[in-house]
T-cell receptor
Framework: DTGVSQDPRHKITKRGQNVTFRCDPI?????LYWYRQTLGQGPEFLTY????????KSRLLSDRFSAERPKGSFSTLEIQRTEQGDSAMYLC????????????FGQGTRLTVV | TQLLEQSPQFLSIQEGENLTVYCNSS?????LQWYRQEPGEGPVLLVT?????EVKKLKRLTFQFGDARKDSSLHITAAQPGDTGLYLC???????????FGGGTRLMVKP
């Protein structure tokens, strides 16, 4: 499978715990994006990387959120001290610098904070 | 505040009917994508339009980009139950290539 891969698909955690999600983009794609989607809404941009550099972060990305892409390949998104309001689908997408803006999405990680 | 407004938000129709979904903005986008999303899955790209006035057809789906590149429409002819899903429009600008999504149109096609 050469698409965008996300792990885990589902995560249930207790409030206050830390969680980490992983995204493996399409192999030749140098841009990687994280989005968050709450029920009944469209995805909202969180942050993106070009290779290993994090180039932009949304105001939605509070201090409890951190994302990395250490070798310019896979990326991780960590949420510290989770809150119930963090419950959402976390989507990863990738594309190629210089290509049109279309992005290809993974299947997402559904986070439920109880 | 959504920069892209989709309408209608919900649509329930019978198999065989035609429908149109609208995506409107006051901002200009360099390109616009349409995605379809099933419950519990990520969005799947249907089409990208980049030129003002552009029309693209994908079987029974017709996509149009407005002349001013601020709006788009998706028309489905003879809808089928397999068309059921959440349809999302997303606009892209050159800087960053990040996408701005509309709120989505949830379509249900009843057999």
């Amino acid at each position: 499978d050469t698409g965008v891969s996300q792990d885990p698909r589902h995560k249930i955690t207790k409030r206050g715990q830390n969680v980490t999600f992983r995204c493996d983009p399409i192999s030749e794609h140098n841009r990687l994006y994280w989005y968050r989607q709450t029920l009944g809404q469209g995805p909202e941009f969180l942050t993106y990387f070009q290779n290993e550099a994090q180039l932009e972060k949304s105001r939605l990305l509070s201090d409890r959120f951190s994302a990395e892409r250490p070798k310019g390949s896979f990326s991780t998104l960590e949420i510290q001290r989770t809150e119930q309001g963090d419950s959402a689908m976390y989507l990863c997408a990738s594309n190629l610098l210089g290509a049109r803006t279309e992005a290809f999405f993974g299947q997402g990680t559904r986070l439920t904070v109880v | 505040t959504q920069l892209l407004e989709q309408s209608p938000q919900f649509l329930s129709i019978q198999e065989g009917e035609n429908l149109t979904v609208y995506c409107n903005s006051s901002s200009v986008f360099s390109s616009l994508q349409w995605y379809r999303q099933e419950p519990g899955e990520g969005p799947v790209l249907l089409v990208t339009v980049v030129t003002g006035g552009e029309v693209k057809k994908l079987k029974r789906l017709t996509f149009q980009f407005g002349d001013a590149r601020k709006d788009s429409s998706l028309h489905i002819t003879a809808a089928q139950p397999g068309d059921t899903g959440l349809y999302l429009c997303a606009g892209g600008r050159n800087a960053g290539n990040m996408l701005t999504f509309g709120g989505g149109t949830r379509l249900m096609v009843k057999p």
